[in-house]
């Protein structure tokens, strides 16, 4: 399992590497310019999962797993519970705000990687000695003897910095309640005190169409209600806005149902007139 | 195939993650590009192991993941109470430093 | 007992009298002029103690020294309060406390009217300790202290009516034109310093013989300031005149028998140095005779009485300091003119005072006239002191100013012809000025007039306590020249301290002697002619262009304003115009371009952290290319 060439690769190991290595500069330009950051998210955590495979290929079985399993597994699933919590479709447009910046971002990028790829040309790089006598025992007992010797200390360090992270995310994260929270009673009570609400807050949704929460509902005039999307998603500016759309689906139906029963205009007579149709000119007057 | 092309491809992706850094202005995006800096960095470690013939690139990728596992911790920690305490990711808003 | 031990409190008396009379408040005002007066003559009889001590001693341990305290013991740098008295000091301590004595007892009756008398005292009493320590203390950082305290004390009793305009003014005058000599005297402390390593009488004076002559005569033209702004010699002349703002006793004491002495005690006291440089020398007789005929061509035109006595001074102490830069010829006759005209001076100038007393105040002399029946003992001492200050045959002037002349004439060579000729000519314009003064004031017509608000004058004879010091200073005045010519005595007194050398004079002492006679007779009937015989106008003539000259002060104040104030203001114009463009241009233009570039690297700071993040990574970016240049290389 460890006949890696000293100098050169098998052939299959270089196929993988140009299709993989594709798809993996791909996933990583797409990190950097997906709109928004649940695909950014995705697009990494494929290029990671490419470059756990490639880190079996280098003989790293042991950081291959972990790759996949720490990183791409909780690191990045971590990643997607902040941005659940920060704002899934919080799209930053892309506009650039800093004169100058994207350009000056773009040459030292690319004159970056430049300067490594000479620096790796110039490098003396042609004998790789290759993991077989060094994994000789296994590849977890050989990186587990030399943490536990030689990076000891090291390793203990690491320890009492993943504790201090800890600790820091939750002192950062934690907020103190400085008072009792409300009851239920309570907040019955202070609304009938308060007098408007009483009634529980309007559903989201449009009726028969939309039912997600981030659809507001539409008021008798077809606008529609910031009262019944919740806060959270208003304040992010979340809310879906469909009344354009139920207002002309509105039309349409009327327009079948005047061809239907034949009549020339629905509006100049005051007989059969339906809901649909009452809402509709309204909110033309109110358009007008 | 020469192994070194696993460096270049390092290389490529360090480069990638940098500009993404440079250029994007969600927090959370911003340390995803870090992550992938990291990343890319690992691989030239396990790379620069399969050169030498010995497993101390190994190692060090390893701590590599403990470190940055640690500070995406923090980092993430902060990005939610900044975006608490300013309803916003982007790296922009909070540059309260200049005059 | 230790005689020693006495001199400090010499100075300590009158300085306790100064301390008690200035802290003491109001509750003094009624015995504070007793005890000033007490204390000035503690210190005149402690004097008398100590001379009586000196004279049983042998010539060769007269010189008495007290060490009190080291002032400052640096390392390098070493002060001491220590007092120095030897026959020289002695001669000074005696006319200082003496005539001081008098004049303070003058005073009682002088000031009786003024609300501030006790104060008047205390300054009197400050002045006093501030001379003795001037003339007492061992080093001349000691006699600096002194010299600084005399002028202050010059300068608050010189404005001591403060209230009146012209004296605040002459105050201030008198103390800024000190101020220049006291920087000399300053500047050859320094001096002294750097090429002695200390200050002390003593060493200074035996370490001259080995120093080069041209640190000598900067010293000693620095030493020369100094005399010249405290002696009132050109040209730092200007403010003896003005001086006379300050009442008569203070004139009496300070500005004609003491304190405008002091710089011929230091140009006495610095004798070595000076015989060391023969250009500072020369300095020193020239600065004496222009003085000479300075202050006597100024004393004959003033009108008023105090100014022609201040000319007088002026004149007289010129010729100390031309006898002082004679050298070993002539320190013995300054010293000795100066005792002999402290007293006579002091004595015209109570007179002086005394006349003011009777006449409200009035100091023009051609409002006087006719005198001597309405003050008998006010006439006969000033006439005393008249006949003392021209050289009178047997009065104390004839003796001492006979001296310098034949002392100037044996100078030899050129130098010495022409200032032996300027004395004689000083001696000539002396006894024409005071015979001026004697007859505007106490001969022909009385010339007085109510004043403005119908006060006549009612000339009376003064008070005993002022009466008697005039009198004991008359009696000063007669005989202190006899006593101390008969026998060359005052001569062997000072003879160890300041040397003498009889010079080889072209002339006989009784040649000498003729013509000063011949000139003061011409002088006298000059003035007689002018002033005896006519009656005197009281409104003073417009006369000659020299007589108006000369009573500006032969136009010493328009020179200073001109060359000066003048030439000062336009300094201090150009130096701000530099100050404003130059300076002010450099400085703004510094802040001015750092603040442009702060203000365009400030861009830079934009507070994006990824503006920052690029600066980081083009950092980076040219730290490799660096280390692949260097690896390279």
Known sequence: MTALAAYTTSTGEAFQFWVLGTVAVIGALCTILMKKAVHSALCLAGTMIILAVFYLANGAY???IVQIVVY???????FLFVVMLVGVTAADSLKETIKGQRWLAAACGLGFAILLFAGIGNASLKDFNGLAKANEGGNVEGLASLIFTKYVFAFEITGALLITATVGAMVLTHRERTERAKTQRERAEERVREGKHLPPLPAPGVYARHNAVDIAGLLPDGTPSELTVNKTLRERGQIRDVSSEALDDLRALEQRSTDRLERPDLRRTDTGRNGDGDRAEETEEASK | MNPVNYLYLAALLFAIGAT???????AIVVFMCIELMLNACNLAFVAFSRLHGNLDGQIIAFFTMVVAAAEVVVGLAIIVSLFRSRHSASVDDASLMKL | MNTENLIALLVAAPLLGAAVLLCGGRRLDRVGHWLGTLLAAVSFVIGLVLFTDMLGKGTEERSLHQHLFSWIPVEGF??????QLDQLSMTFVLLISGVGTLIHLYSIGYMEHDERRRRFFGYLNLFLAAMLLLVLADNYLLLYVGWEGVGLASYLLIGFWQHKPSAATAAKKAFLVNRVGDMGLSIAIMLMFTTFGTFAFKPVLEATAETSEGKLTAIGLMLLLAACGKSAQV???SWLGDAMEGPTPVSALIHAATMVTAGVYLIVRSGAIFNGAPDAQLAVTVVGAVTLLFGAIVGCAKDDIKKALAGSTMSQIGYMILAAGLGPIGYVFAIMHLVTHGFFKAGLFLGAGSVMHGMNDEVDMRKYGGLRKYMPVTFVTFGLGYLAIIGFPGL???????KIIEAAFAKGGTEGWILGSVALLGAAITAYYMTRVMLLTFFGEKRWEPDAQGNAPHPHESPKSMTIPMILLAVGSVFAGGFFSIGDRFMHWLEPVTHHDHGDSPLSAATVTGATMVVLVIGVSLAWAQYGRRPVP?????????????????LQDDFNHVVLVRGGEHLTRSLVYVDHTLVDGVVNGTAAS??????????LQNGYARSYAVSMFGGAAVLIVATLLMRAV
Do not use: E, H, W, Y
Not at chain 1, 72 to 78: E, Q, Y
Not at chain 3, 396 to 402: L, M, P
Not at chain 3, 594 to 603: E, F, I, M, N, Q
């Open chain 3, 594 to 603: 750092v603040g442009g570039l702060s203000g365009r690297l400030r861009k």
């Open chain 1, 72 to 78: 791409t597994g909780a690191i990045m699933m971590l």
């Open chain 3, 538 to 554: 009281s409104v003073a003539p417009r006369g000659s262009l020299v007589t108006r000259a000369a009573r500006r002060d032969l």
């Open chain 3, 396 to 402: 104390s002037g004839f003796f001492s100013k006979d």
């Open chain 2, 20 to 26: 993404g850094v440079l250029i994007r202005r969600n």
């Open chain 3, 78 to 83: 070493q002060a001491d309060v220590a007092f």
């Open chain 3, 235 to 237: 040209p730092l002349q």
């Open chain 1, 62 to 64: 042991f950081l291959g």
